[in-house]
């Protein structure tokens, strides 16, 4: 990754949040004294530690828990995977889940974050608009980071237990889990590229940003503004895939109803942007371009409010994708693979 380095610019270009200024430098000129220079990939992530050791902190937390429930046999990841009962033998495994967690928490935050950003934010919130923005920018560079440990631990248990040679293990190891399609077995099909799609994605729509007065403001912000893709995807290979909501229950639901305030601040976003520019005007323009530009834009707000609906009837039922725990004599027909 190139780092560009530093031009001058104006600070309220560099700081402003994107919602009022387009974040980008529009008006060359001489830095003055004191005034900061734009963000670079270097600097935010000299600013990552902070939150990046909070999500190490959690990460570890998540994994004394995983790690207590597998020695209690009261995880479910052993109902799917009986095998994984010897916590100290697959105890990588269990770091990768617990790193597969602080990454999924730490998307939701970046997310929320984004979304006030360019949307509607409270009033009173105790950090500036600078602020949330670089908050944003951290949060989104340990996401990538903890995705990144997730799946390399992943990777490196699939070599603990291979019995090739290590050069071989290595490459097996690496084939099944970056490579899209290289896991080939159960629901891994399909959820593990699902993760890898998320992962990859995330990678240039979120450091895109430190390029962006290279490839201009507005390919930047429609760039962007796909993000949420990954953030859709990450939630889905969770829920496809992850042992411990894998059986219905409430923490699957709990998963579940975390997405509501993500669909209802899209909504808000939408409904109410913090660019005039992108609001939905009350009527179509003239011209059949505006015309169309315009119901899809309305058709936009209207799938939004559809998924908030949608949302809400399943943590209200209950009905959540989640499978029925199999009696204990059934356990081991699992096909989590
Ligand atoms: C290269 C990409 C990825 C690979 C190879 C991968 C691999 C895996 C595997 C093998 C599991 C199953 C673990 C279990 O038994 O529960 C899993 C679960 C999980 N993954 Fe990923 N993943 C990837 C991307 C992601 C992304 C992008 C996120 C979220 C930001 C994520 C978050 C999770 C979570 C929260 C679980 C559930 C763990 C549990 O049930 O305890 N993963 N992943």
């Known amino acids: 990754m190139t780092n560009p380095p530093p031009a001058p610019e104006p600070a309220a270009a560099a700081e402003a949040p994107e919602s009022t200024a387009s974040g980008d430098p529009q008006v060359p000129g001489p830095r003055r004294a004191g005034e900061p220079r734009r963000p670079t990939l270097r600097s935010d992530l000299r600013a ?15 994994f004394v828990l995983l790690y207590i429930r597998i020695r209690n046999k009261t995880s479910s990841t052993v109902t799917v995977m009986p095998f ?5 033998g697959f105890w990588m495994y ?20 984004g979304l006030m950003l360019s ?21 989104s560079l340990n996401t990538i980071a903890l995705i990144a440990a997730h799946a390399l631990l992943f990777a490196a248990e699939l070599v603990r237990h291979d019995t090739a040679t290590w050069n071989s293990a290595v490459a097996t ?3 099944e889990a970056f490579v899209p399609g290289g896991y080939d077995s159960g629901t891994g ?8 799609a998320a992962l990859y994605l995330a990678i240039p729509l979120g450091l895109l940003f430190y390029v962006r007065h290279r490839i201009g403001p507005k390919t930047w912000r429609v760039l962007h503004r796909c993000v949420i893709v990954v953030y859709v995807l990450s939630v889905w290979h969770t829920l496809l895939y992850g042992t411990n909501v894998w059986y219905d229950g409430w923490f699957r639901t709990s998963v579940w109803l975390l997405q509501i305030p ?38 936009g707000r209207l799938a939004v409010v559809a998924i908030v609906v949608a949302l809400v009837a399943v943590v209200a ?13 059934t356990s081991s027909t699992h096909n989590h693979d």
């Open 94 to 113: 269990f770091l990768s889940q617990a790193f597969g967690w602080s990454a999924l928490l730490w998307a939701w935050g970046t997310v929320v974050l």
């Open 48 to 62: 990552s530690w902070p939150d990046g050791l909070v999500a190490l902190v959690i990460t570890a937390a998540v």
């Open 189 to 196: 099909r399909i959820a593990i590229p699902v993760g890898q």
């Open 173 to 175: 190891a690496f084939v």
């Open 119 to 139: 949307g509607p934010r409270p009033s009173r919130l105790p950090l500036s608009g600078p602020r949330l923005e670089r908050l944003h920018r951290t949060t």
């Open 84 to 88: 994984m009962a010897d916590a100290g």
């Open 317 to 329: 039922s209950g009905r959540d994708g989640g499978r029925s725990v199999p009696p204990d004599d």
């Open 262 to 299: 993500i669909a209802a601040l899209l909504l808000l976003r939408l409904l109410r942007p913090a660019r005039r520019s992108e609001k939905l005007p009350g009527r179509p323009g003239e011209t059949a371009k505006a015309r169309t530009g315009w119901a899809l834009r309305l058709g």
